[in-house]
């Protein structure tokens, strides 16, 4: 999807869980520090994720997408979920697709339908792949595995999304250190303080085409 300064550049965020990288960019957006970024709406697979309700609390749009087919009351397939989820977001336009704790492993369908409208997908990872990443790692679980894995230092990673599961081109990684008495949930404060600085940022510099 083409952008020019004298359009806004339009993203969509796609969301499962609460949302705190989505208030981070909400933030960013409030004291100025987006200039020409619209954050059109944000969806989600989960009808009361708290990512919705931060958006609806905050004045943005919302879209709900039931993993059952209404008509049939029947689960959808991955793919079926997927082309619903191609039909609410093409209809916005955006310039940019950005996962915020998006629990659903997208489709190559859903991929392709975009790199051929040349809309990026990106995504926040909460490890320095390709250390814990891929399908058996996701939330709280990362966490375990690197301090299972005596790591000394962890961190987060800012990638496009691909066809694969946490293998698209790396934009960002920041680390932070692990201490022996952190926990998984200490060293998710850590991780998500880094997600939170810095993928606004990403947003800006592809928003400003710098990468």
């Known amino acids: 999807m083409t952008h020019t300064p004298a359009t806004p550049f339009r993203i969509v965020v796609l969301a499962s869980t609460n949302g705190t990288d989505l208030q981070a960019i ?13 954050l059109t709406a944000v969806v989600s697979n989960k009808k009361n994720c708290y990512a919705l309700e931060r958006a609806k609390e905050q004045g943005y749009k ?11 009351h029947e689960p959808r ?6 082309a619903q989820l191609i039909t609410s977001i093409d209809p916005l336009h955006p310039n940019l697709i950005v996962l915020v704790g998006y629990m659903r492993i997208l489709t190559p369908a859903f991929i392709e339908h975009f790199t051929s409208t040349n809309t990026p997908i990106i995504n926040v990872h909460p490890s320095l792949i390709p250390k814990f990443s891929g399908p058996a790692f996701f939330g709280k679980s990362v966490h375990e595995a690197v301090l299972a894995a005596g790591e000394t230092i962890t961190g987060m990673t ?17 680390t932070v250190p692990v201490s022996p008495i952190d926990t ?14 810095y993928y606004p940022e990403v947003i800006r510099q592809l928003a400003a085409k710098l990468i």
């Open 158 to 174: 800012i990638h496009r999304v691909d066809t694969g599961v946490d293998t698209g081109e790396i934009l960002l990684q920041k």
């Open 184 to 197: 998984p949930d200490t060293l998710k404060i850590k991780v998500q303080a880094l997600e939170k600085q």
């Open 62 to 72: 919302t879209i709900h997408i039931s993993q059952t087919d209404p008509q049939t």
């Open 26 to 38: 909400i933030d960013e957006m409030k004291v100025g520090a987006m200039s020409g970024i619209e």
């Open 77 to 82: 397939t991955r793919e079926q979920f997927d």
